[in-house]
């Protein structure tokens, strides 16, 4: 929708070029939030067409008016290099220009906003969705007929929690759902030997030893430009966090959703994962990711990653009970959309063997398997072996699964977690 066919009365109030003008930015942050006769005068025109315009363009008709006030204030010629998705900052907004842009927004909508606007909503897409619910709230326009009632508690408690898509990386090259059942269906062996390029052979002492192991052998790979991830942070990013994200963004995919349609909902994330090791070989870190160490090696950013790549603003936590942590946060997940937490939840597990220490320790245990397969239930059972892999689900309830019109793969009607306790053994 054409913003100026929409508001003529802004394009002439509109200066062709902000861009070193910090008397006026000055005055701008001095500005009252109530603005002037002139400027209700201004404003006037968006109570009369937004009312009229449909639910579904009212979305894009604020963000095209957040995406042409940012272009205003930074002086381009047009809003194309104001892309919905991207953050404000990788347009050159800082605090001054940041507080420009609220004024002509606060201007143009007669809502009072805080100084720290686009701080709160980073891109332009966050920041429309959120001025959309503003003026729904103070009934500059009404709210969409469509809007679900608000269900009881005893509702959402007795509701089953629906499975509605799933993504995976997998040994055997299982990079997705249907390759992984192929591979099981043939009766393949994703088992290879110990990966060459992951440094192992310092930490073994010169040399690989001749096991298998189940290895995702493109761990290391990621596009990083695609989450707006530096290359130097990248490089500093546990390769489990590069997975979950990348499953992440295939899942929403899958279930027929943007990466884009959920943000600022109340979308949970739950994953399992144990320390992968990664960056705890005791080798110095390059200077150039030693700033990104703490976040790229710490389990609990894993899922924040994800809450943060695509604005989900629902429960966000890492699980680890080892080999249950997946089990265990699909439990968490189920309890999450069953109390009204979140309406909607990413849930899964990752792991991938960044150092061979599993092997190494389950080796002086006697523990492995010699062929480093398992076999379990089997008479011929000698010890364990390892994996790695990412999988994960998107849930909600069911009811909101067949309200959204998203197709239903499986059903969870109940989950518990236990201990055993003191066994014998």
């Known amino acids: 929708m054409d913003w100026e066919r929409f ?41 009369g067409w937004m009312a009229v315009l449909p639910a579904t363009e009212r979305l894009h008709t604020v963000l095209e008016l957040v995406r042409q006030e940012t272009a205003d204030v930074l002086g381009y010629d047009g809003t194309e290099a104001v892309e919905a998705d ?6 050159g907004i800082d605090s001054l220009t940041a507080v420009r842009v609220r004024n002509r927004i606060a201007t143009a909508t007669g809502l009072r906003l805080p100084t720290t606007l686009l701080f709160d909503h980073p891109t332009p897409r966050a920041l429309a969705g959120a001025m959309l619910e503003r003026l729904t709230q103070d009934g500059v326009i009404e709210a969409p007929a469509e809007t679900p009632p608000a269900r009881s508690p005893q509702a959402l408690a007795d509701d089953p929690i629906a499975i509605v898509a799933m993504s995976c990386r997998y040994p055997g090259g299982a990079h997705s759902p249907e390759q992984l059942w192929d591979l099981v269906a043939a009766g393949a062996d994703g088992m290879t030997p110990f990966p060459a390029d992951r440094g192992w052979e310092a930490l073994l002492g010169g040399g690989i030893p001749d096991l298998a192991g189940g290895f995702v052998h493109d761990a290391p790979e990621f596009d990083a430009a695609l989450f707006g991830i530096s290359p130097r942070e990248a490089l500093a990013m546990d390769p489990q966090q590069r997975l979950v994200l990348e499953a992440a963004w295939e899942l929403m995919e899958r279930a027929g959703l943007t990466p884009q349609a959920l943000h600022g909902s109340d979308t949970g994330v739950f994953i399992g994962a144990s320390a992968s090791g990664y960056g705890s070989a005791g080798l110095p870190l390059p200077a150039e990711v030693a700033g990104h160490a703490l976040t790229g090696s710490a389990n ?32 968490l997940a189920a309890q999450a959309l069953r109390a009204g937490e979140c309406s909607l939840a990413v849930v899964g ?23 480093g397969r398992c076999k379990s239930f089997a008479a011929g059972a000698d010890g364990t072996g390892w994996g790695e892999g990412v999988g994960m689900v998107l849930v909600e309830r069911l009811s909101d699964a067949r309200r959204n019109g998203h197709q239903v793969l499986a059903v969870l009607r109940g989950s518990a977690v236990n201990q055993d306790g003191r066994p014998t053994g």
């Open 349 to 371: 597990g990752v792991a991938v063997m960044a150092v061979p220490a599993a092997f190494v320790e389950f080796d002086r245990q006697n523990g492995l398997a010699t062929d």
């Open 86 to 91: 991207r953050p404000f900052k990788d347009f």
């Open 300 to 331: 609990s950013v894993l899922t924040g990653r994800v809450s943060y790549a695509f604005g989900l603003e629902g429960p966000s936590v890492t699980t680890d009970t080892a080999c249950s942590s997946s089990l265990v946060s699909l439990h």
């Open 7 to 47: 508001a003529p009365a802004f394009a002439s109030t509109r200066p062709s070029s902000l861009i070193g003008d910090l008397p006026e930015v000055r005055t701008a942050l001095a500005a009252d939030d109530t603005g002037t006769a002139a400027d209700e005068e201004r404003k006037a025109p968006l109570t």
